[in-house]
C-alpha cells in the first residue's frame, strides 16, 4: 500500500517555466488537495477536489492549475513559474469529503525552487 | 474565516523537560481539532486528534483537550525525548473536510 505518491521530489526550474507536479493515491480517497508549505507561513491551501471531475480553489489558488480526471490522480501545474512560487508543496487525500478533515493522509513532499 | 494561531518557535528544552506548545482557533460551528508533526524532510504525520468539547486526544506520551470555552487545543508532553525533535501543526477541520493549519512550531530537544 503505496499511500500518497508525490513525483518529483525536488525540482528546479527557471522564471517562465511550466511544470506539473504529480500526485497519485491507491486507497481510493475521494478528497484530495494540494498545499503549499513556506517558513512562518504553516500549510496553505492551493486547490482541492471532492471527487473525480471536480475541483475547486484554496486559500492561494493563483498561478496554479489542477484537474481530476480520475480518482487516484490530481497533477498541479504551474503554468509560468514565478520565484513566489519557490516552496514545498504537499498532495493529500482523504476518506471523507462530508466534512470534519478527518483521516488525511500526506504525500512527502516536492521541494520546488524558481530561479 | 476559520484560523488557528499557535505559539511562535523554536521551542528548545532539555531532555526529561515539561513541554507545551499553545494552540487557539477560531471557526463557524464546532471543528474537529488536530496536532500533526513533520520530522525532518518528511510528510506530515497526524499525532493526535480531538473531534468534540472536552475530548482528551493522547499518543505516544503527548495529549491535547479540545477546550470550547477558550477555543483551545494546547499540546503537552511530561518528558520530551530527543527524538521528539520535530515541526508541530495544530489544524482545524470543518464542515468543508478543509484542513487549516497554523504556522508550525519547531521543537529542539537537548540531551
Known amino acids: 500500500n503505496a499511500g500518497v505518491t508525490q513525483t518529483p521530489k525536488f525540482q528546479v526550474l527557471k522564471t517562465g517555466q511550466s511544470m506539473t507536479l504529480q500526485c497519485a493515491q491507491d486507497m481510493n480517497h475521494e478528497y484530495m488537495s494540494w498545499y503549499r508549505q513556506d517558513p512562518g507561513m504553516g500549510l496553505r491551501l492551493i486547490h482541492y477536489?471532492?471527487?473525480?471531475?471536480?475541483?475547486d480553489q484554496g486559500e492561494v489558488p493563483n498561478g496554479y492549475n489542477v484537474s481530476r480526471s480520475t480518482t487516484e490522480d490530481f497533477p498541479l501545474r504551474l503554468l509560468s513559474a514565478a520565484p513566489s512560487q519557490t516552496s514545498v508543496y504537499f498532495c493529500?487525500?482523504?476518506?471523507?469529503?462530508?466534512?470534519?478533515?478527518?483521516?488525511?493522509?500526506f504525500g512527502s513532499g516536492t521541494r520546488l525552487t524558481v530561479v | 474565516g476559520d484560523s488557528v494561531t499557535q505559539m511562535e518557535g523554536p521551542v528548545t528544552l532539555s531532555e526529561e523537560a515539561f513541554l507545551t506548545i499553545n494552540c487557539t482557533y477560531t471557526a463557524t460551528g464546532y471543528p474537529s481539532l488536530f496536532w500533526y508533526v513533520q520530522y525532518p524532510g518528511e510528510g506530515l504525520q497526524l499525532l493526535l486528534k480531538?473531534?468534540?468539547?472536552?475530548d482528551k486526544g493522547s499518543n505516544k506520551g503527548f495529549e491535547a483537550t479540545y477546550r470550547k470555552e477558550t477555543t483551545s487545543f494546547h499540546l503537552e508532553k511530561g518528558s520530551v525525548q530527543v527524538s521528539d525533535s520535530a515541526v508541530y501543526f495544530c489544524?482545524?477541520?470543518?464542515?468543508?473536510?478543509?484542513?487549516?493549519f497554523g504556522t508550525g512550531t519547531l521543537l529542539a530537544v537537548q540531551p
Open positions: 480531538a473531534t468534540k468539547a472536552d
Open positions: 493529500a487525500s482523504s476518506y471523507r469529503r462530508t466534512g470534519g478533515g478527518y483521516g488525511y493522509t
Open positions: 489544524a482545524s477541520g470543518g464542515a468543508t473536510n478543509k484542513l487549516i
Open positions: 477536489s471532492v471527487g473525480a471531475g471536480i475541483t
